[in-house]
């Protein structure tokens, strides 16, 4: 079945669909008054998104239980997903999840983390399953008033993962989840809830795709992840959308004393992104990073960034930002760095690198670094630059070809982020530019 | 290989500067050339001519290497051919691994790509040649590189190029006087094991000529070969200085 258009009513059925708890039930119609009354952000690209003609929620009635078989799911599906090199990443992840459209229709672990008790399952099934967990974290780290698409998520998310990791546990492999539109006009709003409980370290990895439609598709993802007294989350992803879909997404991590929060974030596909992963260093001693490339080429807009807000004392952030724009393309770091008064003794380092390929590209960096004491610093740096001549000719003198050359000197103008994938990821991300640059 | 550049005028690619004039000079197979000169006078200029860098214009004349005109090739073909040119200052790339860069480069001449385990291998006894630290293969190429390692590694990766031309742009500064010793005996290494090697060595000083003896020595001076001698001619500026050449330029006919 099929939801188009968005009303109060869309957002009852869809909650009626899943058959889910009052709370969540009222917790979407909430969100649905907030979204109502929030108007698009101020800053950044025009957002012209006609919300009558989005698909909120897509189905295959006939399968409505998550598989945890290959075998056991449509084989036009699977050979779709196999094409795009899901199968394959199986093997080297400690469990998988599918979402399709808007249900997740497979999810796979080792024995092993069953055996740890963790959780890894659609944020459905969690809220079945385990009310109580969700209830305590669900829409506590990003409010739904957060922002317009926030609000939206909150009143017709569907899918999405739910991870738990139980305290003292460590995965030696990351988890990983697959998002893929397949529908024109298709909106993706999957809800991410990650919690690595105390002493605790996760690695979990979100991969992306659509097929290009001339009509424009939405994604607007909440991801909400808790990271516990001395634990460490790293999130990698590299979003991958057709260049017609806009990808509005809200990622934000509260992380407890001595924690560490790492946001690997890749923007290469999608219309216009808005994304700003957060960090929340709410105990003392903990740690923020993130590590973010764009590349926008054609007419396509990222604006991109991180947030590290710094509440507890001796806190520690790093945002690295690598922006590439060609082809007219927009790649825009907006970020903020807020270390609020009780935060003594705390540091933050920004770093923004653009490569602009051509004369026709735009990029801006439009930091906010706000230091309400005087114990602490932030340090920012911003360069921009273009492929040096002389670079090229030092590669080409020699033997190697301008087109190989340029692509030598991008890769290494993003290798700070390269460095920080699995090597299968390093390896696409590879392909991706070669393809898109 | 056999160079020919015929009669070459050379402006900076914004017009403004003329650096070479009717600048004329035949590299003969096998043999070692000198080309001496005051600091300004063209010849760095010269030798990014010879590689085709787009920072200049030829306004006319030509070079040949084989008989053939180099001129309409792009700096990659050039190097392809077998030109090779150890620069002066060798810039650094970050993010870009010296092994990376020098296996695209081997594969961009090779049919077939050169395996993994043979490269490493290729790479490890040409560092060893050098005595150069062997993590310097992992490293941005020249990133943080002092100014002798740097040079080094332009030796380096003339040993896995196997240029026919090689072209040194003041390869003695910046190497101490062991380095020097070594990067010298390695490349008269390859020109015993590539007899027809022709090298063209840039140099304010004779030492690096006592290593690889020139057959010719060039004295250059405001953008055009003044004088050539035998080694002798080398040691004379060294001791008297250039104002020496200008006094008998003009009995002494270029070669
Ligand atoms: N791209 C350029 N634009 C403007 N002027 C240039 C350019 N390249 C070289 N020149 C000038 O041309 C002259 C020759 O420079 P070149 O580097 O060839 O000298 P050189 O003989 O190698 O000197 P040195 O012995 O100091 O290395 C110098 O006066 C230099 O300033
Ligand atoms: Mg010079």
Redesign the pocket.
């Given at each position: 079945m099929e939801l188009v258009g968005l009303n109060k009513e869309t957002v009852n059925q869809i909650s009626e669909i899943k058959q889910e708890a009052d709370w969540i039930k009222e917790y979407r119609l909430r969100s649905y008054e907030a979204f109502e009354k929030i108007e698009n952000p101020a800053f950044g690209p025009k957002l012209n998104i006609d919300f009558s003609k989005i698909i909120y929620y897509k189905n295959n009635e006939q399968e409505d239980k998550i598989k945890d078989s290959w075998d056991d799911i449509d084989t036009e599906i699977v050979d779709e997903l196999d094409n795009l090199g899901v199968l394959e990443s199986e093997c080297h992840l400690d469990g998988i999840g599918v979402q399709y459209e808007s249900e997740v229709i497979y999810h796979n672990m080792i024995e092993e983390l069953k055996k740890k008790d963790i959780i890894f399952t659609s944020i459905e099934v969690a809220m079945k399953e385990y009310p109580e967990l969700v209830k305590k974290y669900f829409g506590k780290i990003v409010s739904n008033s957060e922002n317009k698409y926030a609000a939206l998520n909150g009143s017709v998310f569907s899918g999405g993962s739910f991870i738990y990791v139980p305290p003292h546990t460590k995965l030696d492999r990351p988890l990983q989840s697959y998002f893929r539109i397949n529908s024109r006009n298709m909106g993706q709003f999957e809800r991410t809830l990650i919690i690595v409980d105390h002493d605790s370290e996760l690695h979990y990895i979100e991969g992306c795709t659509a097929p290009n439609y001339s009509e424009s598709s939405l994604h607007a993802a909440v991801v909400e992840i808790y990271v516990g007294k001395n634990s460490k989350c790293r999130y990698s992803t590299i979003q991958n959308w057709a260049q017609n879909v806009n990808n509005l997404v809200t990622k934000r991590a509260l992380v407890e004393e001595n924690g560490t929060m790492e946001w690997i974030d890749g923007n290469i596909g999608s219309n216009i992104t808005m994304k700003y992963p957060c960090c929340i260093l709410k105990g003392d001693k903990s740690n923020g990073t993130c590590i973010t490339i764009s590349v926008a080429t054609n007419k396509q807009e990222q604006d991109t960034g991180a947030r590290m807000i710094h509440l507890g004392k001796n806190t520690r952030s790093t945002i690295i930002s690598k922006s590439i724009a060609k082809n007219g393309g927009n790649a825009t770091y907006r970020g903020k760095v807020d270390i609020k008064k009780n935060a003594t003794n705390s540091t933050s380092l920004v770093k923004c690198d653009t490569l602009i390929l051509d004369n026709i590209s735009k990029s801006d960096t439009v930091p906010t670094n706000i230091c309400n004491n005087t114990s602490s610093s932030i340090e920012h740096e911003a360069t921009v630059s273009k492929i040096s001549e002389e670079k090229l000719f030092y590669l080409m003198s020699r033997g190697i070809d301008k087109e190989r050359a340029t692509e030598l000197i991008i890769l290494g103008f993003l290798e700070k982020f390269r460095e920080e994938l699995p090597m299968e990821y390093a390896v696409e991300l590879n392909q991706l530019l070669k393809r898109n640059l | 290989m056999n160079l020919v550049i015929k009669d070459l005028n050379v402006v900076?690619?914004?017009q403004?500067?003329e650096?070479l004039k009717d600048f004329s000079l035949e590299i003969l197979p096998g043999k070692i050339h000198t080309i001496m000169?005051?600091?300004?006078?063209?010849?760095?200029?010269?030798s990014k001519i010879i590689m085709g860098s787009s920072?200049?214009e030829v306004k006319e004349g030509d070079i040949l290497y084989n008989g053939k005109s180099i001129l309409p090739l792009t700096v990659d073909e050039r190097s392809r051919l077998g030109i090779f040119l150890a620069m002066?200052s060798p810039i650094s790339i970050e993010g870009v691994t010296n092994s990376e860069f020098l296996r695209t480069a081997l594969n961009e001449r090779r049919e077939q790509p050169i395996g993994i385990y043979q490269f490493m291998k290729d790479m490890e006894q040409g560092m060893k040649d050098l005595k150069m630290d062997s993590s310097m293969m992992h490293r941005s190429i020249n990133k943080d590189f002092s100014g002798g390692e740097r040079k080094k590694n332009e030796i380096l990766q003339l040993k896995l190029l196997k240029p026919e031309l090689i072209i040194l742009?003041?390869l003695d500064s910046g190497l101490d006087v062991d380095s020097l010793k070594i990067v010298c005996d390695n490349i008269q290494e390859y020109r015993k094991e590539n007899p027809t090697c022709s090298l063209l060595i840039?140099t304010?000083y004779t030492k690096i000529l006592d290593y690889l003896i020139p057959d010719y020595v060039h004295i250059m001076k405001n953008g055009k070969i003044r004088k050539t001698g035998p080694l002798d001619l080398a040691k004379q500026i060294e001791n008297c200085g250039f104002n020496y050449t200008e006094d008998v330029s003009e009995l002494v006919t270029n070669e």
């Open positions: - | 900076t690619k914004d403004e500067k650096i000169g005051p600091n300004g006078t063209g010849k760095s200029t010269l920072d200049y002066q742009d003041e840039i304010h």
